[in-house]
């Protein structure tokens, strides 16, 4: 059953699913996107402040986009996102942590001038193996209405 | 040269390169982090609001931490980043686009807690090869002073 608009309510929480990321899939990643030493290299990622491999926050974020479009996003009737807000990395992502997900509805809005549609906003905060907050922000999300405004 | 600190100046500028990004590209990073039938389906995606395949935001984003990296992050005494403000999706990303990073010195900031260190704020921009804002954020750096306060 597709999600609308109207199928939200503040304060609603999606409880997301997990998924484990491995080192091999850290390295694979930043060296697409983020070749950082701390990201790519363990022996330097060892002498770095982070002590050894971390993932790049974009592929923590990207972790969680996809929680988010398997869980959420697959099975609403979304119009696309025009951002994010806050996004924060509060602990590093390590080979073989495992991060779930959760999303609560902080914002629900119908649209000024399109009265086919309204922003939904998802407060998320993913969180790794010990429940310890890795990622949070605030999505921003367009979802059509089940029925336009008249 | 390494960069600390002390080496940025605010309004400074920094032009970051460009990149070039397929369909393939595309699909493939969609199917893996954020598979939204705008994002890997040609056929669903030319049906959809965007009239083609887009790129996920996320790879957007993605792509400008690579420039980002390649031609200023690399050769800057960093020691990560606790986070993004406001980033926003302004245009799709589309199979054949090329992306060019703008970085403008939004804050400089020494430490109050560790005089090693201070923050570096960024305002970035990714326009496409038509001089069209695609991407925007603000980016927040720790970046480690060139000699510590005393």
Tied chains: 1, 2.
Excluded at 40 to 52: K, N, R, V
Excluded at 76 to 91: E, F, K, M
């Amino acid at each position: 059953m597709t999600l609308y608009l109207e199928d939200f309510t503040v304060s609603q929480r999606f409880e997301l699913g997990e998924i484990t990321v491995s080192e091999a899939e850290i390295i694979a990643f930043a060296r697409q996107f983020d070749p950082q030493p701390f990201h790519i290299d363990p022996s330097a990622a060892a002498q770095s402040p982070f002590g050894g491999v971390v993932a790049s926050g974009w592929h923590t974020a990207a972790l969680c986009m996809r929680l988010l479009v398997d869980g959420l996003v697959g099975r609403t009737a979304t119009l696309g996102s025009p951002g994010i807000d806050t996004l924060r990395w509060l602990r590093p992502l390590r080979p073989g942590d495992t991060l779930h997900l959760r999303a609560v509805v902080s914002g629900v809005r119908p649209s000024e001038s399109k009265p086919d549609r309204g922003v939904l906003t998802l407060h998320m905060e993913a969180y790794n193996q010990h429940s310890e907050v890795v990622i949070s922000m605030e999505g921003v999300n367009f979802v059509r209405r089940a029925q336009a405004a008249p």
